[in-house]
């Protein structure tokens, strides 16, 4: 096995503690291990599987983050990757000082960001991987999305196994794409679902649709380029816009629990429409999607204060 490691610095302040927090809570971390203070994934890089592993070291104003990728062999290419992958992933590159100067507009949201200081979006590893996540998501409790979620890389996903441990790969769309409806119904997928899941694996495994373009386009041309596929409403194409390619200002407007959250918090009432989850968005134009985040972070907070306290 090869080995490679490297160290990262965030732009400061920032909180790797945190960002762990979210993802031990989070219905999408389906594949990611969290091991005290250290992250593991296996992930796909330029064709080979390798295993991500992160730590970080010393406090939020000079945290450092270790890299350490274990593989077959680990080319300079796939190092490179790997690199940009941790970046890209967890956010790392991005000066959150015109994010934090939202308190003036916000001191609600101002509050928040004090409390979760050092912490900013972590993305789902791949921009499929948030769209699959985002489909399977549509209309359903969190809790029994992740079982679908469960149920999916174990119908079509690998497994690898590093030190005696086994750890699961996200399926590439080409597998997907060559599954049958079937497959996905016999997991409690609705039809709906199963066939937006393999219309849209058909497209990406065959370059009618390249995800991680996207980021290099207009917001609404992005939205526009995932809606032109049925079963892809407005709420999915949002979602992975935000969490699986990045964009800062995204905000899925129609997500329940930030309607829940948002409401309650702003004495809108027991849950914000979409529209006035929208509105009240506006305050934070150019960092909705981070703004979204934080309120994701504290709705997964206070469900899990409920949790413990029982």
Request: net charge positive; hydrophobic share 45%; aromatic share 10%.
């Amino acid at each position: 096995m090869d080995i490679f490691e490297t160290d990262i610095a965030p732009a400061r302040p920032y909180n790797f503690g945190l960002a762990l927090a979210y993802l031990r809570s989070s219905t999408a971390a389906i594949l990611e291990r969290i091991d005290q203070q250290r992250f593991s994934r296996a992930l796909t890089i330029a064709g080979s599987d390798v295993l991500v592993q992160i730590t970080s070291m010393g406090p939020i104003d000079h945290t450092m983050l270790h890299l350490q990728l274990t593989g077959e062999k680990i080319s300079k290419e796939i190092a490179e990757k790997a690199v940009s992958w941790v970046k890209r992933t967890f956010t790392l590159d991005t000066d959150p000082l015109s994010f934090h100067k939202l308190y003036a507009h916000d001191p609600i949201l101002g509050r928040l960001i004090h409390n979760y200081r050092g912490l900013r979006p972590v993305l789902v590893a791949d921009p499929y991987e948030a769209l699959i996540w985002a489909i399977i998501g549509q209309q359903v409790h969190v809790r029994f999305a992740r079982k679908l979620k469960l149920a999916f890389v174990e119908l079509c996903g690998r497994k690898i196994a590093y030190d005696r441990t086994e750890y699961g790969v996200f399926p590439q769309p080409g597998d997907v794409a060559m599954l049958k409806e079937e497959s996905l119904r016999d997991i409690q997928m609705s039809h709906q679902k199963a066939r937006t899941i393999i219309t849209v694996s058909e497209a990406v495994a065959g370059g009618d649709l390249n995800l991680p373009e996207l980021r290099n386009v207009d917001y609404s041309l992005a939205c526009k380029t995932l809606m032109q596929y049925k079963g892809v409403g407005r709420w999915t194409a949002e979602s992975v816009l935000m969490r699986g390619l990045g964009f800062p200002d995204a905000i899925p407007a129609a997500d329940v629990g930030l309607q829940s959250i948002i409401g309650r918090t702003y004495g809108i009432g027991k849950k914000a429409t979409e529209e006035q989850v929208r509105q009240l968005a506006e305050r934070w134009a150019s960092w909705r999607g981070w703004a979204a985040f934080l309120w994701w972070f504290q709705l997964q907070a206070e469900e899990l204060a409920k949790v413990n306290s029982k």
